[in-house]
């Protein structure tokens, strides 16, 4: 069999997609704010410390760093994500760590 760009693009997005419903699992299924959780797509995560190595958008394998990663997160849907970074949520702020 023959595989076309399609074909691996397909493949890739819908283990992008699995990784996402695994990682929205992990933190709570829904908007930390006020609940959404109806649409995957629009789920996000915004990290509360300093501390980023990577964004785990676009991932497709579940390994420590990962999880690691989504601690220093919170999920929220893309409307308080924006409000977030508006400064209406300031507790969301990125925060320094405790030493």
Known sequence: ????????????????????????AYKGGACALCGY??????????????IKDFNVGGRTTWTPEVQRELDRTVLLCNRCHSEVHDGYHPIYF???PEV
């Open 1 to 24: 069999m023959t595989y076309t760009n399609w074909d691996r693009s397909h493949a890739q997005a819908l283990k992008r997609k699995s990784f996402k419903e695994q990682a929205v």
């Open 37 to 50: 959780s109806k649409c995957l797509r629009a789920l996000e995560f915004h990290h509360v410390t300093t």
């Open 94 to 96: 990125p925060q320094e």
